[in-house]
């Protein structure tokens, strides 16, 4: 039996609305409206669930102000699961009010069917010139024309060719000490292909060799938090079966989004399924992000060349709170010799992106992403280090927009080039 | 509300500060309280948020006209249902005004915007090394001017006081619309009524506090923390009476009962015994010499009375450890059930044995969990009612229950609310205290100020 959304009435009833997550909400914080709070959030589906209120466009308006960026849940006393609840209420929506038709049309046709993505991609990489110029310093495009995408929004271009059609499904290295499958993600396998080229190389490096399933989908996130279980649950599926044939110790990832769909909400969405639950509990174990792997590895410090720069690291949310990763990148960033590294304040904030979220509240986005880029200026870095594509898409945006050169890479990055400045060397 | 009236508050506010929406409404009719509101009868018509004085004065002139009722309102923490919408009235929330305006370190003062958030400005202040004590749980997030309007205390209270203590003046927009302002920068000041302290504790129900002038003392250097475990909650208690019958003021002294030290012990594995009848956390703080001799004392007094284990932290990290315990304490317990209703009857600091031993009766009395966390060291103690708000048949219990802890706290002399505030949770309870007089008094100052009676009405006199 699939839960229902009454059910989570358990949930909701365990908020004493004492307010805790108004300080550290980062939507409540631009708008300050109560119903924009997580407080607000869990009585707005209580009223539903005891029918006090309707489902209403207003309903779906507030939902749809949630970042995912589960800060409220860490910081509630009771330990509400409010993004639980708002992924309930989203799946509530969808399934009574049914999806939007481009929230449909992507979902259901592009994202879960990966030729049409893949053709879709690739000939949004040819044809991308004409809509996009370039970006200053080389970095991202810029809208050419008002494509209900704001003008000023630097986005990243399509890579010319994806990252996955790049390699071979294996790459190996003699005396591989460890075998482990790469769980892409789609900003990497189409946008940020140098980030993938960098995990593959460290790990390469290191002694481990790299299967890179060519079958893998989606993870599935971007429509499950916007309700759409029916996709979700075919693209976990389908991820699943791909995965489940590889013969690995590990699984990795490079993004905190992904690594917590394939470690935990797979096995979730799935509960009720006899057999792909267990399966996905059993995947789930192998996951380890980047970072978490490659501190694991000896020696993964040896042979390190001097990199002088100035560094700062940004938590992602899914990769902080979701994956619980937070020692690891510094440690990978306190080892490069040369580099010095500056924490900015609030490290783990939300830089404001929430995939989706940044699409359909650009400016509400933007405005989360100021105390970021000011947060970054204040440690006078160079170089901005993350964990995850989303966020150094919509981080690289907000510097652009405030005109600091600061360039934004993957902790993969970084490690790759503390290893080519010692070959250099 | 009137399309009239909705159109003159946005021509005050501005658009982008006003909510008629049904969901943003809704989100009014709750705070941090148990009090639930009837969303049928009590959905707000409008929510404001002006930017200054001068806005919240013209709303509320504009309301008295109308006579519209006014709910004032902070960041919605407060536990005594003060800040529930109430039919078709203005919520008025005061969060935009937040700015902290001088901390003025020649005269050991800060003045602030009703909106700061009271973390905020301690952390502003400790920064140049001053302190702003009271210390509310909801202090990260709850503002200057809600602190003020409850009086809101905390843990600190035992040696610092609560807010009524640090402020000394005030910027109110009365409920005509006036802007007056009490007291000043000095700590001296006897000229006329001490409106500052009518104020100070009114609940929003004289007027629209708007600015806060507070006085600031030296940080101290230094704190030192400990912690004792005890057989029996009695002895703890005794010991909480001894220590400062000794004379010691400790910053803090908390106490756990044996609820609280299971569940925290079973969530947060701090190294409690489970079998222990109470625990006493114990914080001293003030210059670095004198913090050893002081809790050497306190620590001989815990064993005198029977203290099976006492633990000092020796570096700020093993304080912390200890301080972990009485962190965790809430997530811990509200792992058993899904509903908790924290209580803050408070009595004389001697009657706490007894105190303790009533609430336990009645918690056997009506089968129900009450498990007690206190500010033992100034009578203020926390009975944490644990249920589930779906099981009816319980809340009915519960309620009765808590009735009547009300009614056996002022029976020992103690106060309804020691800082939680007395607004629509405890209002049908309030004569007990006053009496019919007191309580008279107290009306009459209302209307001789809202003879409209539009600012909060229902809180402290009832319905």
């Known amino acids: 039996m699939e839960r229902s959304f009454e059910s989570w009435e358990k949930e909701v009833i365990r908020c004493i609305r004492c307010g805790a997550c108004q300080n550290v909400c980062p939507v409540f914080k631009e708008l300050q409206a109560e119903s924009t709070v997580a407080r607000g959030r869990v009585k707005l589906i209580s009223g539903v669930i005891t029918k006090e209120l309707d489902l209403t466009e207003g309903f779906s308006d507030k939902m749809s102000l949630c970042l995912m960026c589960k800060a409220c849940v860490v910081n509630c006393p ?5 993004d639980k609840l708002v992924e309930a209420a989203r799946k509530e929506i969808a399934e009574q009010k049914g999806l939007s038709l481009l929230k449909k049309l992507i979902f259901r046709l592009v994202l879960k069917n990966r030729w049409v993505f893949n053709t879709g991609m690739k000939a949004g990489s040819v044809f991308q010139g004409l809509v996009f110029r370039k970006g200053p310093q080389g970095q991202g495009m810029l809208p050419r024309m008002s494509l209900g995408l704001d003008k000023r929004r630097l986005l990243s271009p399509l890579a010319p060719k994806s990252f996955r059609s790049g390699y071979p499904q294996v790459i190996k290295v003699s005396g591989a000490k460890l075998r482990v499958a790469f769980f892409t993600g789609c900003m990497i396998n189409y946008i940020y292909t140098d980030t993938g ?13 790299v299967v890179i399933p060519s079958l893998q989908n989606c993870c599935g996130t971007p429509v499950r938090i916007n309700g759409d279980y029916e996709s979700a649950k075919e693209m976990a599926k389908a991820n699943i079966d791909v995965f489940w044939k590889e013969e690995v110790d590990l699984i990795v990832v490079a993004c905190g989004t992904c690594g917590l769909a394939l470690k935990e909400e797979y096995a979730e969405l799935l509960e009720d399924d006899p057999i792909y639950a267990e399966k996905a509990k059993k995947l789930g174990v192998l996951v380890k992000d980047f970072t978490e792997l490659v501190v694991s590895l000896e020696g993964f410090a040896d042979r390190i060349g001097h990199l002088p720069m100035k560094v700062t690291y940004h938590d992602p949310c899914h990769l902080v ?56 200026k204040q440690t006078g870095a160079e170089v901005l280090v993350t964990g995850c594509s989303a966020c150094r898409m919509h981080i690289a945006d907000g510097l652009h927009r405030q005109n600091v050169p600061v360039k934004v890479i993957h902790t993969a990055q970084l490690l790759e080039m503390a290893y080519t400045a010692k070959n250099n060397s | ?63 008295n006209l109308e006579k519209i009722p006014v709910v004032p309102r902070g960041a919605g923490s407060n536990v005594s249902g003060g800040t529930i919408s109430i039919g078709d009235c203005i919520v008025l929330v005061l969060k935009r005004m937040n700015k902290i305006l001088e901390i003025d370190r020649k005269n050991l003062i800060a003045v602030v915007e009703t909106g ?30 809600g ?29 005509t619309g006036e802007v007056i302002n009490t007291g000043g920068r000095t700590i001296k000041n006897v000229t006329g009524y001490d409106m500052t302290n009518l104020f100070t504790g009114s609940e929003g129900t004289l007027c629209v506090i708007t600015k806060i002038i507070v006085k600031l003392i030296p940080l101290p250097e230094g704190k030192s923390t400990m912690m004792a475990v005890f057989s029996e909650i009695d002895q703890a208690c005794e010991t909480v009476s001894e220590i400062i019958a000794g004379g010691l003021v400790p910053c803090s002294l908390e106490l756990l009962d ?46 005198r009375l029977g203290a099976v284990q006492i633990r000092i932290a020796k570096t700020k990290e093993e304080a912390n450890e200890l301080w972990r315990a009485r962190r965790s304490a809430f997530a811990a317990v509200s792992r058993v059930k899904p509903t908790i209703i924290g209580e803050d009857a408070t009595v004389p600091r001697s009657s706490i044995p007894v105190a303790v031993r009533r609430i336990q009766e009645i918690a056997a009395k009506y089968n129900i969990i009450i498990a007690i966390l206190g500010h033992a060291g100034d009578g203020n103690l926390h009975a ?36 939680h505030g007395i607004g629509r949770a405890k209002s049908k309870f309030i004569t007990r205290q006053t009496g019919e007089v007191g309580l008279e008094v107290q009306h009459r100052i209302k209307q001789a100020l809202d003879p409209n009676n539009i600012l909060n009405p229902g809180v402290m006199f009832g319905a």
Do not use: W
């Not at chain 1, 790990?203 to 481990?208: A, C, F, I, Q, T």
């Not at chain 2, 009271?118 to 001017?145: C, I, K, N, R, W």
């Not at chain 2, 003020?148 to 109110?172: F, S």
């Open chain 2, 384 to 419: 944490t009612i644990l249920t589930d708000a779906t099981d009816l048949e319980e809340a009915a219990r519960v309620e009765k229950a808590i009735d009547e802890i009300f009614v056996a706290t002022v029976e020992m002399g103690g106060s309804l609310s020691g800082e």
């Open chain 1, 321 to 376: 709170r979701g994956l619980k990763v937070k020692e690891q990148p510094r440690q990978i960033i306190k080892s490069i010799s040369g580099v010095i590294f500056n924490e900015m304040q609030k490290s783990d904030t939300c830089c404001g992106s929430g995939g989706s979220f940044s699409l359909a509240h650009y400016e509400l986005s933007t405005q989360i992403n100021d105390h970021k880029v000011n947060d970054i």
């Open chain 2, 258 to 303: 044996n609820i609280y030290i299971k569940n925290i012990e079973e969530y947060a594995k701090v190294g409690l015994p489970t079998d222990a009848g109470a625990v006493l956390l114990i914080e001293v703080d003030g210059d670095s010499e004198i913090l050893a001799k002081q809790i050497g004392k306190i620590e001989q007094t815990c064993r």
């Open chain 1, 78 to 82: 009771s330990g509400v699961k409010v």
């Open chain 2, 147 to 175: 602190n003020v309007a409850e009086c809101a205390g905390g843990p600190r209270g035992v040696k610092y006081g609560v807010t009524r203590d640090y402020v000394i003046g005030l910027e109110v927009v009365l409920p």
């Open chain 2, 116 to 145: 700061v958030i009271t973390g905020q400005l301690q952390s502003e202040v400790e920064s140049v090394g001053l302190f702003y004590p009271p210390d509310p749980a909801s202090q990260a997030f709850s503002t200057m001017g």
């Open chain 2, 1 to 63: 509300m009137k399309s009239e009236i909705i159109q003159r508050l946005t021509e005050i506010v501005g658009g982008d500060n006003i909510y008629t929406a049904l969901e943003d409404l809704y989100c009014y009719t709750y705070d941090a309280s148990f009090v639930k509101a009837d969303i049928k009868k009590d959905l707000a018509g409008v929510a404001v948020y002006p930017g200054n004085t001068e806005e919240v004065s013209r709303i509320l002139k504009l309301a």
């Open chain 1, 197 to 209: 080229n960098a995990v593959i190389n460290v790990l390469k490096h290191n002694g481990v060799e």
